[in-house]
T-cell receptor, first 117, second 114 residues
Framework: DTGVSQDPRHKITKRGQNVTFRCDPI?????LYWYRQTLGQGPEFLTY????????KSRLLSDRFSAERPKGSFSTLEIQRTEQGDSAMYLC???????????????FGEGSRLTVL | AQTVTQSQPEMSVQEAETVTLSCTYD???????LFWYKQPPSRQMILVIR??????QNATENRFSVNFQKAAKSFSLKISDSQLGDAAMYFC???????????FGGGTRLMVKP
């Protein structure tokens, strides 16, 4: 499977615990995005990487959230001291940088669902 | 800031019939992309159709077509010959051509009745 993969698919945690999600983008894609989606809503942008550089962060990304893409390949999204309001689906997406292959489309993974008790 | 609005939280269509999902957006840009994504239950989001703003011709992909009205900032999706597998959440999305991210609408849940 050469699509975007995310792990774990579902995480249940207690309030105050830390959680980490991993995303493996499509291999030739330079751009990687994290979105958050709450039930019945559209995805909201969290952050964006071009290769290893984090170029944009949403105001939604509080200081408890940190994202990395250390080698420009996979990315991790860590949430520290989780709160019940963090319960959501965390979506990862990737896209190519090359203008010849970039149709503007994002390719999404299946998401990591977080439930904070 | 760009915003995308989907005014229909839910729509229902009879199998084999046609349904139109609405989307409006707000932008001051002239060059951008518009997309419709489909998200089946517990499945990943997949692209249905895309439109480039500089193209006047409406995009078509098999049973899916759009009505792109640039001046009105409207971008509706028409699904012809609806099938049970079309049941899903549908999201309209916008991206500046020079931008880096998609802005999504709130979604429309489409139900297909057999």
């Amino acid at each position: 499977d050469t699509g975007v993969s995310q792990d774990p698919r579902h995480k249940i945690t207690k309030r105050g615990q830390n959680v980490t999600f991993r995303c493996d983008p499509i291999s030739e894609h330079n751009r990687l995005y994290w979105y958050r989606q709450t039930l019945g809503q559209g995805p909201e942008f969290l952050t964006y990487f071009q290769n290893e550089a984090q170029l944009e962060k949403s105001r939604l990304l509080s200081d408890r959230f940190s994202a990395e893409r250390p080698k420009g390949s996979f990315s991790t999204l860590e949430i520290q001291r989780t709160e019940q309001g963090d319960s959501a689906m965390y979506l990862c997406a990737s896209s190519p940088l090359n203008s010849h292959t970039n149709t503007g489309e994002l390719f999404f993974g299946e998401g990591s669902r977080l439930t904070v008790l | 800031a760009q915003t995308v609005t989907q005014s229909q939280p839910e729509m229902s269509v009879q199998e084999a019939e046609t349904v139109t999902l609405s989307c409006t957006y707000d932008t001051s840009e002239s060059d951008y992309y518009l997309f419709w994504y489909k998200q089946p239950p517990s499945r990943q989001m997949i692209l249905v159709i895309r439109q480039e703003a500089y193209k006047q011709q409406n995009a078509t992909e098999n049973r899916f077509s759009v009505n792109f009205q640039k001046a009105a900032k409207s971008f509706s999706l028409k699904i012809s010959d609806s099938q049970l597998g079309d049941a899903a959440m549908y999201f309209c999305a916008y991206r500046r051509r020079a931008g880096n991210m998609l802005t999504f609408g709130g979604g429309t849940r489409l139900m297909v009745k057999p």
